[in-house]
């Protein structure tokens, strides 16, 4: 009786597809990314490395990424969703609108933004998260991921200290409920709000720390301690049949691809491999 080795069919399938993938005619196709706005370079730098060696065209478009999900959902149809997270990925593979599982390509981490004269460190952020006077910012939950590490960075308070966690969701303004100034020369919103005197804490992705810093130098950052960190996971999801949006995440997944997501701020998924000794 001839017993089928299915680990080596799936292997030989999955190399068939790729090697398809990577094989398919050259066609002047253009694929359209839904992004994360966290990935605003991580995404041009792409554009820019994968068209020069791929001959691939990139529209893109960025926004927080719940709601760039719901625009698929209502019917628009990108090629690919880069995600700050991996729910929106999944959520849409569960409605059969991914053409391959969702893909984890990178990582980050949150931070704490605040005046440098305030002077918040590890060992009092959380009193002073706490403090009554104190305002502090997130992003939306639901509609931006970020949002919803910083409510589950509260939940983790909360298991340090029961009941601040409610008290944390009660203060907090999220980017909904805060306007920037117009007319003001700071260009980055939060930048914006901090000048105006509307936030003294931020809870923000470390990757966009330095552009915000650019435009407000006297803002200090704080990598949320690891006890209290969610460690964002950032997903893609594929959504069409064009060989070119498979192509492109798997570039996300190579070494040039996690070198951009180093240089953007990201955490790789994969570390560098050592150079070979000589």
Same mark, same amino acid.
């Given at each position: ?8 069919? &799936? ?16 066609? *002047? ?16 730098? &792409?554009a ?15 926004? +927080?990424? +719940? ?7 209502? +019917?628009?149809s ?9 729910? *929106? ?23 704490? &933004? *605040?005046?440098?004269?305030?002077? %918040? ?17 997130? *992003?939306?939950? %639901? ?16 298991? &340090?200290?029961?009941?601040? +966690? ?19 020369? %700071?260009?980055n ?14 809870i ?19 990598? %949320? ?30 070494e ?23």
């Amino acid at each position: 009786m001839h017993v089928i080795d299915k680990p080596r069919m &799936l292997a030989a399938v999955t190399l068939g597809l790729l090697t398809a993938t990577w094989m398919a005619p050259a066609r *002047s196709e253009t694929v359209e990314i839904f992004a994360a706005g966290s990935l605003r370079g991580v995404v041009n730098e &792409l554009a820019q490395q994968a068209g020069t060696e791929l001959g691939i065209e990139v529209k893109s478009s960025f926004g +927080g990424s +719940g709601l760039m999900r719901e625009r698929i959902e209502k +019917g628009e149809s990108p090629d690919l969703l880069l995600s700050a997270d991996l729910g *929106s990925p999944r959520k849409l593979e569960a409605m059969h609108r991914t053409v391959v599982p969702a893909i984890a390509f990178a990582r980050n981490q949150m931070c704490i &933004l *605040s005046r440098r004269s305030a002077r %918040v460190r590890a060992s009092n952020l959380i009193d002073r998260m706490l403090e009554k006077n104190v305002r502090l910012k997130t *992003s939306t939950p %639901v509609a931006d991921p970020s949002g919803d590490y910083a409510w589950a960075i509260f939940e983790r308070i909360d298991a &340090l200290r029961p009941g601040s +966690g409610a008290l944390l969701r009660q203060k907090a303004q999220t980017s909904m409920n805060l306007t920037a100034p117009q007319g003001t020369a %700071v260009q980055n919103p939060t930048a914006a709000l901090f000048a105006s005197n509307q936030i003294d804490l931020s809870i923000t992705y470390c990757s966009g720390v330095p552009t915000l810093q650019q435009d407000a130098p006297e803002l200090a950052s704080l990598v %949320v301690p690891p006890q209290l960190d969610p460690h964002p996971v950032y997903g893609a999801a594929v959504l069409s049949t064009k060989a070119q949006a498979l192509q492109l995440a798997l570039y996300l997944l190579s070494e040039k691809g996690q070198a951009i997501i180093a240089s953007q701020g990201l955490v790789p998924l994969v570390e560098p491999p050592m150079a070979a000794q000589p």
